[in-house]
Every structure is written in structure tokens, then in C-alpha cells.
């Protein structure tokens, strides 16, 4: 397990679990949610703290081929819970992963709503802090999409 790994596992995610579900929540509600999902082959409970965007009813996490949660909704679609700003909203995921448009399209969303996440996926931004498409070029490979519409 590399250190990274250790921290956000035992330190970071729980941090952040307890601070989405404390009346302080406001700090971080708006753009981080906890993801709740049932793993693919052991049939367990996960949950996990992300950065989303959301439109509509339409949320988009954005994760690399680093993580391994995202793996759970390779190969159908999945029923997932959401913690957004302290409410619990029921929906179904979808992975997005392989060089599409549609996947650009996401990506480039993704970082226009939250820019900071940017560097967290080596993408380059420029000095209005557009996303350089050139940058999304090279990366696009290594990046996975997960969008979930909420259910009504």
C-alpha cells in the first residue's frame, strides 16, 4: 500500500466523512459528496468522499486509472446513493472510460465548475483557467468519468 493510499484512506476520507455529515459542512458540501455503492464482486457496502459537479440531475465524478473505486460500475450501470449538502438522493451510475468525445465533454466540465481539481490529473490550465485542450489530449487516456442521474 504506497503512503498515498495510507493517507487518504486513514486519515483524509474519514476527515472528510465527518466533516460532510457535521453542521460544518457548508466548508466543502458544495462540491464534495460521499458515495455510497455496492462493490461489484464482493457484494460489500463502500462509501467514499469525492469532488462533483452536478446539473441538474446530472452529477459527474471524475477519478484516474489510479483509483479503483470507479471499477465497481465497469460493465452495467449501478444503483448508488449520494450525500449532497447533507441530503441523501438515490441514482444510477455510469462509467465513462476509453478516449470518446462524450468522455472529453465530461472532463472538460468537470474542470470548468472546479478548476482547482485540475492539477490533481496533471491537466494544464491557462491563464483565465480554461482548460488547455491539449493537455486534456494527453491525459485523456488516463482519466475515467462516472455520471450519475439522480432519480426524481
Keep these: 500500500m504506497t503512503a498515498t493510499t495510507v493517507f487518504y484512506r486513514y486519515f483524509l476520507n474519514p476527515t472528510m466523512r465527518l466533516l460532510l455529515r457535521s453542521p460544518f459542512?457548508?466548508?466543502?458540501?458544495?462540491?464534495?459528496?460521499?458515495?455510497?455503492?455496492?462493490?461489484?464482486?464482493?457484494?460489500?457496502?463502500?462509501?467514499t468522499p469525492l469532488s462533483y459537479t452536478r446539473e441538474?440531475?446530472?452529477?459527474?465524478?471524475?477519478?484516474?486509472?489510479?483509483?479503483?473505486?470507479?471499477?465497481?460500475?465497469?460493465?452495467?450501470?449501478?444503483?448508488?446513493?449520494?450525500?449532497?449538502?447533507?441530503?441523501?438522493?438515490s441514482g444510477t451510475a455510469r462509467l465513462l472510460e476509453g478516449d470518446s468525445e462524450y468522455l472529453r465533454a465530461g472532463v472538460r466540465t468537470f474542470i470548468a465548475a472546479l478548476p482547482r481539481d485540475a492539477g490533481?490529473?496533471?491537466?494544464?490550465?491557462d491563464d483565465d483557467k480554461q482548460l488547455v485542450e491539449a493537455s486534456l489530449l494527453?491525459?485523456?487516456?488516463?482519466?475515467?468519468?462516472?455520471?450519475?442521474?439522480?432519480?426524481s
Design 25 to 47: 459542512h457548508g466548508v466543502t458540501s458544495h462540491n464534495i459528496t460521499i458515495l455510497h455503492f455496492t462493490g461489484r464482486k464482493s457484494g460489500r457496502k463502500m462509501s
Design 56 to 89: 441538474g440531475d446530472t452529477v459527474r465524478l471524475l477519478t484516474n486509472y489510479t483509483t479503483h473505486w470507479w471499477k465497481n460500475f465497469r460493465g452495467s450501470e449501478a444503483e448508488v446513493e449520494l450525500e449532497l449538502r447533507r441530503s441523501r438522493h
Design 120 to 125: 490533481v490529473y496533471d491537466l494544464e490550465l
Design 138 to 151: 494527453e491525459h485523456i487516456a488516463d482519466l475515467v468519468l462516472v455520471e450519475i442521474t439522480l432519480n
